[in-house]
């Protein structure tokens, strides 16, 4: 069974510098898509980027970029210039693809705090 | 731009009642998920739905949950007689395909007292 791991319950940074939440994951699957959401206090989840296991190229999107590492099984976020919208909750997610299901698994979370 | 809308918002039921949690996903998807997250917990599956049909469920969707489609829009989350433990938010996803990103609801509160 696969499992995702998030070992920081809690981070917080300085407006405009640069934080890393950390993600780790155990699969034996070899084809799998990585996510981060977030969730700020409305509680709606929020893709903010996905990482296909297959790309050894590491995902961004604009001020979000992974650290993909395939063989570590480790996938962390780093969120640079941060911003007080920033605050929020973040889950990593795993997806397996080599099924007919495709559900999410998910960590348990790093709640985010953006300090002014 | 498209998105999935849930209702109600909040929930409020006495333990034993039957509620039905609706669901409209984004028109071209063909992928259906129902989640669970208890207040300060993470966020857990419950159930998928393709075709018509359960792909797959989890532990806790015991015979207390289904689901269904009834006319090609919605898509339901029905707890025939509901428990304290089942006090959480839901949230519906939707996916265009099944090995893509799954597009989420903003979830609805459920109360049970």
């Known amino acids: 069974a696969q499992t995702v791991t998030q070992s920081q319950p809690e981070m917080s940074v300085q407006e405009a510098e640069t934080v890393t939440l950390s993600c780790t994951y155990d699969t034996s699957e070899n084809n799998y898509y990585l996510f981060w959401y977030k969730q700020p206090p409305s509680r709606q989840m929020i893709l903010v980027i996905r990482q296909e296991a297959y790309k050894q190229q590491n995902a961004t999107e604009n001020r979000f970029s992974v650290n993909f590492q395939k063989a570590a099984k480790s996938f962390s976020l780093k969120i640079s210039d941060s911003q007080l919208g920033d605050t929020a909750m973040y889950f990593c997610a795993f997806m397996r693809t080599t099924s007919g299901t495709y559900k999410y698994i998910f960590g348990t979370g790093t709640r985010l705090k953006v300090l002014a | 731009e498209p998105e999935v809308t849930q209702t109600p918002s909040h929930q409020v039921t006495q333990m034993g009642q039957e509620v039905i949690l609706r669901c409209v996903p984004i028109?071209?998807?063909?992928?259906f998920y129902w989640y669970r997250q208890i207040l300060g917990q993470k966020v857990e599956f419950l159930v998928s739905f393709y075709n018509n049909e359960i792909s797959e469920k989890s532990e806790i969707f015991d015979d207390q949950f289904s689901v269904e489609r009834p006319d090609g829009s919605n898509f339901t989350l029905k707890i025939r007689s509901t428990k304290l433990e089942d006090s959480a938010m839901y949230f519906c996803a939707s996916s265009v395909q099944g090995a893509n990103e799954q597009f989420f609801g903003p979830g609805t509160r459920l109360t049970v007292l």
């Open positions: 028109s071209n998807h063909l992928y």
